[in-house]
């Protein structure tokens, strides 16, 4: 599935934006990975909800998307659990709670460097009926 | 509360680096904005659900952070409802749900510049003891 | 829509059983009602979330069946602001966020009969081929 | 933790009146089961959501009050995978993912008789002061 990995690093320019690495992405599963740095801090010099949120989705939208048909969030919930400082690496770990016709629901769970779970996020996401990857890219990656 | 908006933009450096701008931050309410540019896209070139979260979020932020201590997110959950593409302008206007000793709630809507609804949000912030601006950053900027 | 009210009000059995009673429901909307009695208390003598909650869901699955197909939940979240004792006169009033062609979100928010915010509710259905009323039933009705 | 268990099966009478019993109540952890009847059904001749939520709130408030103090539930998540068939027997099993000082979270996983999942749940407690069970309760059932 490197190549849903690599398309998704490659043109998700808000991940790549916020410092958002994609590390795997497989049958349901995805592996996202965010070095804290002071770009993601808010104004209490905490990283921001809206970073570890990004971190969580980028996963989900590659679980999701690695079923064959692209796929879009329809919504998620996230609970924080222990606040995080400048210099943590953070990785974003999806796994399948289902995946039906045209729904399916992902649980993120998002750990420290010293694997302390920080945040969990659940997603829900509807498939279309197109590929997220074109034909055309497929054949130019190959 | 200029005060608390411009401590805000200034110190926030994720929704500053995600181009996003705080306008009002009043007693319970706040309104975000963001312009969608290319940094701001998914792999299907429409907006990140971070971007939309993160705009939301500062809102939230804001009004949970009007009322005198400064407060953290506890948990948020959000609904996409419209895709946006580039070029749109959103904003985000948070509203008070409800504000106890310790916990207080608020639903922001996320609309495009055709007021069509794009996103709702709702978040729960916890108070912290001490307040978000400190009382020498007070003095500074008076 | 008193076809769909009084379809609801008969054959929802769990609604029953809860002493939940829908008022209205119309386009996109509806208004449920529950009396809170001693049976809709939890082990601190408040009443039970899962209480609230199915009257919130109620309004929500009236509303969200009100437009012509049959529709079904696939995800809710509830937020609880105050504690409601026995005697109360609680009621949950739903309106449409957005209908799509198959998915819906309603916001369903439940007040006490001194007009006091209980909880607020926001659910996600997905709609069925068929409708919710077979057309025998509504034959039989008129 | 019996104790905590017999005080809820015995105090708590949504639950009872809902069919529902906890079968066991730990450090952080309960398990409830409800035998689907017909008084649980829908409109559609399913489970109703309320009661599904209701179950999996059961055993998200005996894990929640097993650390001691009595505990509220603050706001919950569900989302429905499977619709469900009167004569399942459904169970719900919490699990603690924080505990901190005042707040607290559990996931809930909601299983029928053929070990499929049904239901996810996540609930945010809040802690008081005084403790679930009264003093006075307890000697009564020693």
Do not use: C, W
Not at 7 to 23: C, P, Q
Not at 75 to 91: D, E, F, K, M, W
């Amino acid at each position: 599935m490197s190549l849903l990995r690599d398309f998704i690093n490659e043109h998700d320019r808000f991940a790549a934006a916020s410092g958002i690495e994609l590390i795997e992405a497989g049958q349901g599963s995805a592996l996202a990975r965010m070095t804290v740095q002071d770009k993601h801090l808010n104004g209490l010099d905490i990283v921001h909800g809206g970073a570890v949120f990004t971190l969580a989705d980028l996963a989900f939208a590659a679980a999701s998307n690695s079923r064959g048909s692209a796929a879009v969030g329809i919504n998620a919930s996230i609970h924080y659990i222990r606040p995080v400082q400048q210099g943590s690496i953070l990785t974003a770990q999806a796994r399948e709670i289902f995946s039906h016709r045209t729904l399916s629901g992902y649980a993120v769970e998002v750990r420290d460097d010293q694997d302390r779970l920080v945040a969990t996020f659940q997603g829900t996401a509807y498939k279309k009926d197109a590929p997220l990857i074109p034909e055309t890219e497929k054949s130019r990656q190959k």
